[in-house]
T-cell receptor, first 115, second 116 residues
């Protein structure tokens, strides 16, 4: 059974700092790993998806890396802004069949960026 | 357009009521999902539909009954719920089809359910 852990549980930083969020998973037989953002009381917004054959993905100030063999992924946020404040979730995809995914989520990291 | 819509946004129901949650996507996705998220917890998978057929049921109690009438629509019928079923119910979809296990899942905004 896949288990996903995120460290730290919460992070508070001043605006402008670069920061790293960590995600680890126990079953390395994943098809991909996805990072999401969730604002309070809202749905999930997909940030980045890394396929199992990839090492990293970048989107703007975000960079996600994947080391499948060690069961780890990191999300790097450059030049953080107050608008980045949210809960960040990683999810490992161990597909249950041929045409759909099965995501297991970590507990999330609550990020607060203060001005 | 990568939008998944869910209605209603909020729902309050008694333990004897019957209600339904609705999810819709028009991206041509063939896999659709229901998740349950309790406060300060991550989403937990409930059901997966692939090509309008139920593919995964994560041992969800029968008081939750999913339905996929067509490829764009996913319903969750609720009956005789308990107060502990109060949560945010999230719908998601992914492209699916022909080994498409690697697709991004797109989530709707969720329905906030309160059971009195």
């Amino acid at each position: 059974k896949q288990e996903v852990t995120q460290i730290p549980a919460a992070l508070s930083v001043p605006e402008g700092e670069n920061l790293v969020l960590n995600c680890s998973f126990t079953d390395s037989a994943i098809y991909n790993l996805q990072w999401f953002r969730q604002d309070p009381g809202k749905g999930l917004t997909s940030l980045l998806l890394i396929q199992s054959s990839q090492r990293e993905q970048t989107s703007g100030r975000l960079n996600a890396s994947l080391d499948k063999s060690s069961g780890r992924s990191t999300l790097y946020i450059a030049a953080s802004q107050p608008g980045d404040s949210a809960t960040y979730l990683c999810a490992a995809n161990n597909a249950g069949g041929t045409s759909y995914g099965k995501l297991t989520f970590g507990q999330g990291t609550i990020l607060t960026v203060h001005p | 357009d990568t939008e998944v819509t869910q209605t209603p946004k909020h729902l309050v129901m008694g333990m004897t009521n019957k209600k339904s949650l609705k999810c819709e996507q028009h991206m041509g996705h063939r896999a659709m999902y229901w998740y349950k998220q309790k406060a300060k917890k991550p989403p937990e998978l409930m059901f997966v539909y692939s090509y309008e057929k139920l593919s995964i049921n994560e041992s969800v109690p029968s008081r939750f009954s999913p339905e996929c009438p067509n490829s764009s629509l996913l319903n969750l019928h609720l009956h005789a719920l308990q107060p502990e079923d109060s949560a945010l119910y999230l719908c998601a979809s992914s492209q699916g089809g022909n080994g498409r296990r690697t697709d991004t899942q797109y989530f709707g905004p969720g329905t906030r359910l309160t059971v009195l």
